[in-house]
């Protein structure tokens, strides 16, 4: 009877349909198949479980165990949005509040011709040609539950078209907020960046957390790079203790186009990344940065997969990582070279600092390589500070503290670095600082 | 100012250090001498506080405070300087930040408002042309990729800005050419005071033809087998370490 007696997935399942008989027409909608098709899969599926090999060292026992409002109403003002602000950071700026896209919060300095940014549900009315063409062609629901989930409950996110040709001058910010001031919130934001040919865009995404509760994010994100296109991707999380979040990306470039990506999960309570990039197309180059530091009992897991398919393109990845208390780790990073990709380049590289012996990282490196003519590597490497390092500081009278910091803020400065977006890298800079300083 | 008594230790469970006496007064400079393996990094890590090594036994003060009880960085604060036999390469970190950390911490520990950017800057300055480091060194991350000699010089260039008191220098000879040699000991000179003293560990004669110790003494297996006036050094050069040895073991033989 108690609606905590409903394990989550019924719930969800039960919302769909309920929502489903007061649709009228639209149910019949070839969008609505599509999304009725990822709730069956869903529905049989359920959440993965660690047997799962692709969830083995990530447990989502804890995040299932809860209810959450899903776009459900929120009291986020301006006010709260000033609170937010990152400083001199200017561009175009969204507002995703509980999964709902608020255009009154949000604001859009690029001329309409350079860049077109809508509300997901907006692009499926205005835009159906290009949604049809290119939504769940890279995010398949047969592939994962989470990406089943989110593409039923598919509606708001945002949609970016880039039309061929075009530079777009102001980088695009979209900040999913979990308003969990309230109760245990839950969004699946979903996202289709579509980007023309010889076209350029910078997109971040961001997630905060607001409130106490208990916040749920599933979020799928899907990128075409079109010929010669250039795009530059940044995702930080900086999120609350008890969110849980998964974010999928799938990004599909092509013939002499290019793919830069920085993933920094600075904080959160369970975070789960999956990063995949094909490289479809020739002489197209992918890089991806990570960074994570948890804490506590904070877990991050970044997945990510380089699938080349074509001959004489290059991937290029690096993870790095500072680990305390006892908090956990994952890294698993597959390269695919298929048996037409010759000439391909693929290095991966992912490199953990472990602070406190309860503290524990996974890798797991994965090369399947069908080609013969390639070049990849790969290392991983989880260790202590340098002990030789911390000692010369010492000596010079820096006291130990304050030595560690340096030498864990010098091991993230190659990710930080990455990141081209002057307000965004000076924020990250200043928030990595007084993480890596707290205690 | 430095008191050594009876210092003992070890490291993995082997003795190294095997009762050291020595007293270094303000304005001293000692060199002290030996064969490889004998020690003498040893003991200057041991000054400085490198947590590997385990003493064992003995004392050390320095000006009247118990050096042993203190980690490295209060020692330095106090005004212990080494230059490392094999300075540390420490990616990420530019030579000029390091630095500015380390007078700030030194500064805050002896109750002083930190340097502003202004006045850091034109202090450092001075003291890279006192020891001709070319200023470009200072932006590029603490020792990695500089040459053997870079190293050696960036050591002596980081001792004048700290201006320590006591200064042990661990082969800092090594590795210099002859130029380099004489403006690395120009340095050294320069901050030779009647309040600072210096330790130099060397193997080579060379270099006290420019720093001219006082006291020349002889590690050898852990312990100070000879101590003298500089002409000792003279001598070993001359004759090499076998005549100390068999002293040494006609000596234990007894
Ligand atoms: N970490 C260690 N583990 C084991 N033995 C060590 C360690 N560090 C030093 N030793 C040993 O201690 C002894 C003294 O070494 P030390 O470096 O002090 O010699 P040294 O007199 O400075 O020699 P050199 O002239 O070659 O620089 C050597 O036998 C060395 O192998
Ligand atoms: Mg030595």
């Known amino acids: 009877m108690s609606t905590e007696t409903i394990d989550l997935k019924t719930r969800l399942v039960t919302d769909f349909y309920a929502r489903e008989a007061v649709m009228n027409g639209e149910a019949q909608s070839e969008f609505h198949q599509t999304k009725r098709q990822a709730l069956g ?399 | 100012m430095l008191k050594i008594n009876d210092l003992r230790a070890s490291i993995e469970g082997k003795e190294i250090l095997k009762g050291i006496n020595l007293e270094v007064k303000p304005g001293e400079v000692h060199a002290i001498m030996g064969p490889n393996g004998s020690g003498k990094s040893t003991l200057a890590s041991v000054l400085a506080g490198r947590e590997e090594y385990e003493v064992t036994g003995g004392a050390v003060e320095f000006s009247g405070k118990d050096l042993l009880e203190m980690a490295p960085e209060v020692r330095a604060a106090e005004g212990i300087f080494l230059a490392f036999q094999y300075p540390v390469e420490i990616p990420g970190v530019t030579t000029i930040n390091f630095l500015k950390t380390a007078v700030n911490e030194i500064r805050k520990y002896q109750g002083l408002d930190p340097l502003d950017a202004a006045q850091f800057l034109k202090m450092v300055r001075e003291k890279a042309k006192m020891v001709n480091m070319n200023d470009s060194l200072l932006k590029r991350a603490l020792n990695e990729g500089f040459s053997g000699g870079e190293k050696k010089r960036n050591e002596i260039f980081q001792m004048a800005v700290l201006e320590p008191k006591l200064a042990i220098l661990d082969e800092t000879d090594s590795g210099l050419d002859i130029d380099a040699l004489r403006i690395v000991s120009e340095g050294v000179n320069k901050l030779r005071t009647p309040e600072r003293a210096t330790i130099v560990v060397t193997h080579y004669q060379r270099l006290l033809d420019y720093i001219v110790p006082d006291y020349v003494h002889v590690l050898y297996k852990g312990r100070i087998v000879k101590s003298g006036p500089k002409e000792l050094a003279l001598e070993l050069e001359e004759k090499g370490y076998d005549w100390i040895k068999a002293e040494v073991e006609a000596e234990t033989a007894q």
């Open chain 1, 41 to 439: 899969i869903f529905e049989d599926r359920g959440f993965p479980t660690p047997r799962n090999e692709e969830w083995k060292y990530s447990n989502v026992r804890d995040l299932i165990s809860h209810q959450y409002q899903f776009a459900g109403e929120h009291a986020v003002t301006e006010e709260v949005i000033d609170s937010l602000r990152i400083a001199n950071l200017t561009g175009n700026i969204l507002y995703i509040v509980n999964g709902r896209f608020e255009e009154k919060l949000s604001t859009i300095v690029s001329p309409a011709d350079q860049l077109q940014i809508k509300p997901l549900h907006e692009a499926i009315k205005e835009r159906p040609e290009l949604v049809s063409t290119y939504f769940g062609q890279l995010a398949k629901s047969e592939s994962d539950s989470f990406t089943a989930l989110n593409t039923a409950f598919a509606h708001d996110g945002v949609f970016i078209h880039v039309p061929a040709g075009k530079v777009v001058d102001h980088p695009v910010i979209i900040r999913f907020i979990s308003d969990a001031r309230a109760e245990n919130v839950g969004s699946n934001p979903r996202n289709l960046f579509i980007v023309e040919q010889n076209a350029q865009v910078k997109i971040a995404e961001s997630y905060r957390t607001i409130g106490e509760e208990r916040s749920f994010t599933n979020t799928v994100t899907e990128i075409f790079v079109a010929e010669s296109a250039n795009v530059e991707y940044y995702k930080v999380q900086n999120e609350a203790e008890k969110a849980y979040h998964v974010g999928t990306t799938h990004v599909r470039i092509v013939d002499n186009s290019h793919f830069y990506s920085a993933t920094v999960s600075l904080n959160g309570g369970f975070i789960r990344n999956n990063l995949n990039i094909e490289l479809d197309g020739q002489h197209c180059e992918a890089f991806m940065y990570g960074l994570y530091f948890p804490d506590g009992k904070q877990h991050v897991d970044n997945h990510t997969l380089a699938d080349h398919r074509k001959p004489n393109s290059y991937s290029n990845e690096l993870y790095k990582g500072v680990l305390r208390d006892r908090s956990t780790g994952v890294f698993n990073g597959k390269i695919f070279v298929r048996q037409d990709a010759q000439k391909t380049n693929a290095y991966q590289s992912c490199k953990n600092v472990v602070l406190s012996p309860d503290a524990t990282m996974n890798t797991k490196p994965q090369l399947e390589i069908y080609a013969d003519d390639v070049k990849c590597s790969h290392g991983t490497t989880t260790g202590q500070l340098d002990e030789e390092a911390l000692f010369y500081m010492r000596s010079r009278g820096i006291s130990k503290n304050e030595a560690m910091t340096l030498l864990m803020y010098a091991f993230c400065e190659d990710v930080v670095s990455q990141i081209k977006i002057d307000a965004i890298r000076e924020h990250l800079e200043g928030v990595i600082t007084e993480k890596l300083t707290k205690k």
